[in-house]
Nanobody
Framework: QVQLVESGGGLAQAGGSLRLSCAASGNIFSISRMGWYRQAPGKQRELVAVTTSDGSTNVADSAKGRFTISRDKDKNAVYLQMNSLKPEDTLVYYC??????????????WGQGTQVTVSS
């Protein structure tokens, strides 16, 4: 079993900052991708930022220049530093990881979601 545990969501004012953290634990052999998605009610989950095992990153246009993704491989953790927050960033944020377990197979895992609310 693998678990992703998120923390760091909450309330911020427009222009402010929040930092999301996510740690993976359990039957982990390797992590190929780790990152963040977000979702509005009734809409599809959308990519915010993801980082791969070779250090490359993919950041959504809406997040470029404001959000920074980083990863701690030793801790199986990923972080999202969100600066210059806007009211439209008010969404539920989900941690995502693509993990190879001891079975040799890769699976996709999601965190439970953390609410980010930005007031104007």
């Amino acid at each position: 079993q693998v678990q992703l545990v998120e923390s760091g969501g909450g309330l911020a004012q427009a222009g402010g900052s929040l930092r999301l953290s996510c740690a993976a634990s359990g039957n982990i052999f390797s992590i190929s991708r780790m990152g963040w998605y977000r979702q509005a009610p009734g809409k599809q989950r959308e990519l915010v930022a993801v980082t791969t095992s070779d250090g490359s990153t993919n950041v959504a246009d809406s997040a470029k220049g404001r959000f920074t993704i980083s990863r701690d491989k030793d801790k199986n953790a990923v972080y999202l530093q969100m600066n210059s927050l806007k009211p439209e960033d008010t969404l539920v944020y989900y941690c995502y990881a693509q993990i190879m377990t001891s079975s040799g197979y890769q699976y996709q895992y999601w965190g439970q979601g953390t609410q980010v609310t930005v007031s104007s």
